[in-house]
């Protein structure tokens, strides 16, 4: 497990939500308790009429993060704080979701157990992308997936696919979606696509409406890169259903498993089997 410096962290709310403040001013009521330095994000800040810090500051200050809100607001800080190698606590403001596990009634006690050594470490893979456009090269990154789907409602799409290099498959339809196993409960589930056990070093092709009965999930293992391009049309590529791109004729993007990895702060007894019986309504 690695070294955390709990004396220092950084907090994210989730955007447009000022009803949180009250959920903030709980969970910085505890980390007084401790005499922990709390450094909030300057959106976030904003939002509740605070005073905050721009968002790579406050990762460059922290031992830790913390978002508050849902799956969306961890996500969104998970791809953007990367490349700092933080570590992440998601509390839920509402509803239990698949990464934050932790409500805003159980901090207390979960900190408590945290400053004891009392939690787990996940280390979740992350997608790598490079938009190749033309001369010019853009790295972007993906906790959940990366969509490449149609520019133009009337009309399908086909997507030249590549996989280690070697020609794979072309894809006619709505898109295609490549999901890491955290993504694989998103819009990868709502396509037909597999459930994948969070913590396997594996990601999935999910082809959306395709235009043929033949075309099928696949999962692949990550050690192989893959490369898409269309062939017919634009398309747009859409990153954790967040941010969005062009991608034009004859330019192409280029998936594989990161090398960093976002790692996840949980209880000890988080158990994903649990959360997916209870989010999917499995079982009597």
């Known amino acids: 497990m690695k070294n955390i410096d709990f004396n220092k962290v950084g907090i994210v709310l989730r955007p447009d939500s000022p009803q949180l403040k009250g959920e903030f001013l709980k969970v910085q009521e505890t980390l007084n308790k401790y005499n922990i330095e709390i450094f909030l994000e300057k959106n976030s800040a ?3 009429s605070l005073e905050g810090f721009e968002f790579d500051e406050m990762c460059s200050k922290s031992g830790f993060l913390i978002t ?60 790598e992308t490079t938009l190749n456009k033309g001369e010019k090269e853009e790295k972007r ?18 997507i030249e696919t590549l996989v280690d290099s070697k020609p794979f498959n072309t894809y006619y339809g ?53 490369e898409m391009k269309t062939s017919s049309e634009k398309a747009l590529v859409i990153f954790d259903g967040q941010d969005m791109v062009e991608l034009g004729l004859g330019e192409s993007i280029d998936i594989k498993l990161a090398t960093k990895m ?23």
Not at 76 to 82: D, E, F, G, I, P
Not at 108 to 115: I, P, Y
Not at 209 to 216: A, D, I, K
Not at 266 to 278: A, Q, R, S, V
Request: glycine residues 8%; proline residues 6%.
């Open 68 to 127: 508050i809100g849902g799956d969306g607001t961890l996500i969104s800080t998970a791809r953007k704080s990367l490349q700092y190698d933080i570590p992440i606590l998601g509390i839920h403001a509402g509803r239990l979701g698949f990464l934050s596990d932790v409500s805003i009634d159980e901090f207390d006690g979960f900190f408590q157990q945290m400053k004891n050594g009392k939690f787990r470490i996940d280390e979740r893979a992350v997608l």
């Open 174 to 226: 709505d898109g295609v979606i490549v999901s890491t196993p955290t993504g694989s409960t998103a819009y990868n589930l709502s396509a037909g696509g597999p459930v994948m056990f969070p913590l396997t070093n594996v990601f999935a092709l999910t082809p959306i409406c395709p235009h043929s009965l033949t075309q099928r999930p696949v999962v692949l293992p990550g050690k192989y890169p893959i």
């Open 262 to 284: 976002v790692s996840l702060i949980h209880k000890e007894d988080f158990n994903y089997f649990e959360i997916l019986k209870n989010k999917l309504n499995w079982g009597d």
């Open 141 to 158: 990154y993906a906790f959940n997936d990366v969509v490449l789907t149609r520019s133009s409602v009337p009309q399908m799409i086909h």
């Open 46 to 48: 904003q939002m509740i």
